[in-house]
């Protein structure tokens, strides 16, 4: 049974830096691609970023290419955003989500999180 945990997040302050983590149990192959997606009160969940395990390819919505890095640790069946120069839009719920299949939306996504809140101030 596949589980998604986060941890991580919290408060900071615009230009600061914040860690997710997300570790993955009952990893197999419909879990090849695991990743982050995000919603802002009263806005819709939208994607942020995945890993493919198999390659460690990283794939970014273009709102943060550049601030945040999407890492995987397959020893430790985990995967990491490191979020950098916060802005008060990164404000949201993160949630990480898995799929066989490559997502940019959440249609393909089986598997999901609890959700993880990121609040950053101006």
């Known amino acids: 049974q596949v589980q998604l945990v986060e941890s991580g997040g919290g408060s900071a302050q615009a230009g600061g830096s914040l860690r997710l983590s997300c570790k993955v149990s009952?990893?197999?192959?419909?879990?090849?691609?695991t990743g982050w997606f995000r919603q802002a009160p009263g806005k819709e969940r939208e994607f942020v970023a995945a890993?493919?395990?198999?390659?460690?390819?990283?794939y970014y919505a273009d709102s943060v290419k550049g601030r945040f890095t999407i890492s995987s640790d397959n020893g430790k069946d985990t995967v990491y955003l490191q979020m950098n120069s916060l802005k008060p839009e990164d404000t949201a719920i993160y949630y990480c989500?898995?799929?066989?299949?490559?997502?940019?939306?959440?249609?393909?996504?089986?598997?999901w999180g609890q959700g993880a809140q990121v609040i950053v101030s101006s």
């Open positions: 989500a898995a799929s066989t299949r490559f997502f940019t939306n959440d249609r393909p996504v089986p598997y």
């Open positions: 009952g990893r197999t192959f419909s879990t090849d691609f």
């Open positions: 890993v493919r395990w198999t390659s460690s390819v990283p």
